[in-house]
């Protein structure tokens, strides 16, 4: 599988290009800046900096305390972050600014990663989440850039296909430095899978370490107070197929509840146009946020379909729904709403954050709904009990709180690395790595 690993992927390349092509005509952002992906780009930053991958939007939202810890610890480096999607790139502009360095990340190949790797020059690449790429980790080994992967999970279903081929898998993952594990369930897979057991490290998740903008609460109560005290709930982050089961369930819910209001914020803005017919061809009276029209009582269904504005809208919501779970993505982060008090609801299919679903159900902080139906009555139920979903909601600003602290320790993973880099007393895995 080594040796075929690299031909077949220079085999795959033109239906790659192709598909992203096809892409660019749903969503014109995927269609510029294809020289990133090649590991051709203009500019460069210093040399000797961090190298930040974070894939999408949750990602970079993920690891924006982390940039700012290096920004103030290591203000001499330059930070440079990779992103695979438009909608990671917008959000590197809109947290950072000019402040970071940002391209595309390069597509697998030894080519492209070589030329991307000329030009930054890293002294640290750190990765988030599942982001393992073969030729990416062999490359840096042989320049002998440390890797870190931060925030690390894997699911039971990843650990099962890595698995497959398992000789492979050793080799791969035991090409990583250190692993900053969300879990002791992670700890365990990255070892099984070849991590060297003194390289993992549990630390939680950096999602609890988040914090809520002031700027997002002074647009939260603007938002509520043009919207008056109608019962809102979320659909946060939906997928093809899952729209149109929230939509059947806010049909059960107003029934119930006449006045409420469905707040429908889809995870790719390429399909804001298509769910915004479909939500019409359900004939449901519907508001887009892009129209800039006030949301009057008359609309049932308001579709959120700008960018970074989920925050403030799981901050106005009564109740929230994840998305990604009544369909076999994975789910998505609940933490967003827990830690504004908003109770939630997810469906059955969330291994993406198995752990954080089962700590937020054991505390009383959220309910996973099998179908339509019992989301529908979690809902409703919530929407007309403000008592119990207070309850809840402030569950889960506890279980937030109380799991915070994942931040600081892969700071100080970092930290590690950067200062042993500079002739300081390093940790285990760091000179394992020097003297390998």
């Known amino acids: 599988m080594r040796l075929l690993y690299t031909p077949l992927l220079y085999l795959l390349l033109p239906f790659v290009l192709l598909r992203l092509l096809w892409r660019s005509i749903k969503s014109p952002e995927y269609g510029k800046r294809r020289g990133e992906r090649l590991g051709f780009f203009s500019g460069q930053p210093a040399p000797g900096g961090v190298w930040i991958h974070a894939v999408s939007v949750g990602e970079v939202q993920a690891i924006e305390p982390l940039v700012k810890h290096l920004q103030q610890r290591w203000p001499q480096l330059s930070l440079t972050i990779t992103t695979s999607t438009p909608t990671g790139s917008e959000r590197v502009r809109l947290l950072f600014g000019q402040q970071v360095f940002h ?161 429908l914020v889809p995870r790719h803005p390429e399909r804001f146009e298509r769910v915004a017919m479909l939500v019409q061809r359900l004939d449901f009276s519907l508001q887009r946020r892009s129209g800039e029209q006030p949301c009057d009582p008359q609309t049932q269904v308001f579709l959120g379909d700008t960018m970074g504005e989920l925050p403030v809208f799981l901050g106005v919501a009564d109740v929230a729904f994840i998305g990604g779970s009544l369909v076999k993505v994975g789910g998505h982060n609940m933490l967003e709403a827990a830690a504004q008090g908003v109770p939630v609801v997810f469906g059955p299919h969330v291994f993406n954050f198995s752990a954080i679903a089962r700590l937020l159900r054991d505390q009383g902080a959220g309910v996973m709904v099998q179908d339509v139906g019992t989301l529908a009555e979690q809902v409703a139920a919530w929407l007309q009990d403000a008592s119990e979903r207070s309850r809840v909601g402030e569950h889960g600003r506890q279980v937030v709180e109380h799991n915070r602290g994942a931040l600081q320790h892969l700071a100080d993973m970092v930290d590690a690395f950067l200062e042993a880099d500079q002739g300081m007393p390093g940790t285990s895995f760091q000179k394992e790595k020097r003297e390998g």
């Open 103 to 263: 391209v595309y990340y390069p597509y697998d190949l030894p080519m492209a990663v070589r030329c991307f790797l000329d030009r930054i020059r890293p002294r640290l690449l750190v990765m988030v989440e599942t982001e393992i790429w073969p030729n990416m980790l062999r490359l840096c080994r042989e320049r002998q850039i440390p890797t870190l992967l931060a925030n690390g999970r894997l699911s039971a279903r990843s650990a099962r296909r890595y698995g497959y081929l398992s000789s492979f898998s050793q080799r791969v993952f035991g090409m990583i430095d250190a692993v900053a594990a969300q879990s002791e369930a992670d700890a365990r897979r990255f070892v099984e899978l070849g991590v060297p057991q003194e390289r993992v490290r549990v630390t939680g998740s950096i999602k609890f370490d988040m914090r809520i903008p002031a700027s997002v609460q002074e647009q939260t109560q603007v938002v509520r107070r043009v919207w008056g005290d109608r019962p809102v709930w979320v659909a946060a982050s939906t997928h093809e197929g899952e729209e149109e089961l929230v939509l059947a369930a806010h049909r059960k819910i107003l029934e119930k509840i006449p006045s409420a209001l469905l707040v």
